[in-house]
């Protein structure tokens, strides 16, 4: 699942980069799981990218940076991490 802005929810890689575009959210929340099967590339999002696993390994890892995530966050540590994150990667206003 990947939400975008406040009203947005998909459930693949390409429905969120469509997304992305039309809305033009400051952050996009990722699930790196939704992009099984479909070949990431570079500078897919217009936003900043906080990416969700429930596994941090080195593949998790490559596949945030080849999205462009600003960070990977583990999904055990959501409650702690993703409010912060999305303050800190929005811009300040």
Known sequence: MC???????VATLPEAV??????HPDVV???????EGV???HGL?????????????????????II???????KMELANELIPTILQLSPVG
């Open 18 to 23: 469509s997304k992305t575009s039309k809305l």
């Open 45 to 65: 999002f217009n936003a900043r990218v906080a990416a969700t696993s429930l596994r941090i390994d080195d593949e998790s890892k490559t596949l945030a940076e």
């Open 68 to 74: 462009g995530a600003a960070k990977l966050l583990d």
């Open 3 to 9: 939400l975008v802005g406040r009203v947005s929810r």
């Open 29 to 35: 929340v990722l699930d790196l799981n939704i992009s």
């Open 39 to 41: 070949t990431p590339k």
